[in-house]
């Protein structure tokens, strides 16, 4: 504080001194949480460095706590993920409201180290730990008229302030085709670095969908609908134009307001270039052939 006074009484409190004020919240940001047990690694993690838990803890998307990246990991502090239920309905046989751990426990858990793309082009990457959204979804035994997946985030604005602001269609919802849900690669994720979600990330438990862009990646699941027909995401309801139902990552289909050609990884040095961006964020040998003869300009 005397420093700080004596830098105000010369004049010279600028924005280098308020930096440095905020240095010891960084740098103490150390893992932390419970540690998961009996995570298991897996074969479909990418073999590139993971971003630290810094980056991925305080840069996020994140609308119910704020709209600057680093308004969620101050914001959803305090938010109660535990207890939490899960309310199952729509073409299935095993409807009903699933509490956190009977939807978790009975599976193993994994390591998945995966790219994550958002659309507004920035890259992480992230060693996620979670249980394929198959195994979640047999436990509820879709019907076949269940033709998609339909999620739903928490509406509650006394527990998620920023739903005091219309600035989306809250909840914040997103969906899949039945396809896509049951594809190996998605993920219900439960943790981070070996440790339970933050909640900034989406804890209790979060989609992740790392060939499609982050939007899709729904955070704080409250509800799981298999429905007939196809779900209207928030950011989709909000603005079609922009936002659409597959929002598959594609470096060749440019957002209306900006390029998707190339992108910039989160903590890259700031001489570094920006990376070109993969078609399907990298996954195209896994996933292309779920859109077969489908006009992915037409179907952004
Ligand atoms: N889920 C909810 N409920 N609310 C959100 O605002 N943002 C999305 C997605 N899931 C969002 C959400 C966006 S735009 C991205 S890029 C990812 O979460 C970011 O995930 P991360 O903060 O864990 O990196």
């Known amino acids: 504080l005397r420093r700080r006074e004596i830098l105000k009484m010369a004049g010279i409190a600028t924005a280098g001194a308020l930096l440095a004020h905020r240095v010891p919240a960084a740098a103490s940001s150390a893992p932390e949480g419970n540690v998961l047990s009996g995570v298991q690694k897996s074969p479909l993690s990418t073999d590139q460095t993971p971003n630290s838990w810094n980056d991925i803890t305080t840069y996020n998307n994140y609308y119910e706590f704020g709209t600057s990246k680093d308004d969620p990991h101050r914001n959803a502090r305090n938010f109660k993920a535990r207890p939490w239920q899960v309310a199952v309905n729509g073409e299935c046989d095993k409807p009903g409201s699933y509490h956190y751990d009977d939807l978790v426990s009975p599976h193993v858990l994994e390591e998945r180290i995966y790219r994550l793309r958002c659309v507004e082009a920035w890259s992480m990457v992230i060693p996620w730990v979670g249980i394929p959204l198959a195994s979640m979804i047999r436990q509820f035994e879709p019907n076949s008229s269940a033709k998609f997946v339909h999620f739903k985030t928490l509406h509650d604005p006394s527990r998620m302030p920023g739903q005091r602001r219309r600035i989306l269609a809250w909840p914040y919802e997103e969906g899949l085709t039945i396809e896509e849900a049951m594809h190996p690669l998605t993920l219900i994720a439960v943790g981070l670095y070996g440790r339970e979600l933050p909640n900034q990330n989406g804890a209790p438990m979060r989609l992740v969908v790392p060939w499609?862009?982050?939007?899709?990646?729904?955070?704080?699941?409250a509800e799981i609908s298999f429905t007939r027909k196809r779900p209207r995401g928030s950011w989709e309801r909000s603005i079609p134009r922009e936002y659409g139902f597959y929002a598959n990552v594609n470096p060749q289909v440019p957002h209306p307001r900006w390029s998707q050609a190339r992108e910039r990884r989160i903590g890259a040095g700031v001489f570094e270039s920006k990376k070109p961006t993969l078609m399907f964020n990298g996954y195209a040998d896994l996933v292309a052939s779920l859109y077969a003869g489908l006009?992915?300009?037409?179907?952004y």
């Open 295 to 299: 006009d992915l300009r037409k179907n």
């Open 212 to 221: 499609k862009y982050g939007f899709k990646s729904i955070k704080a699941i």
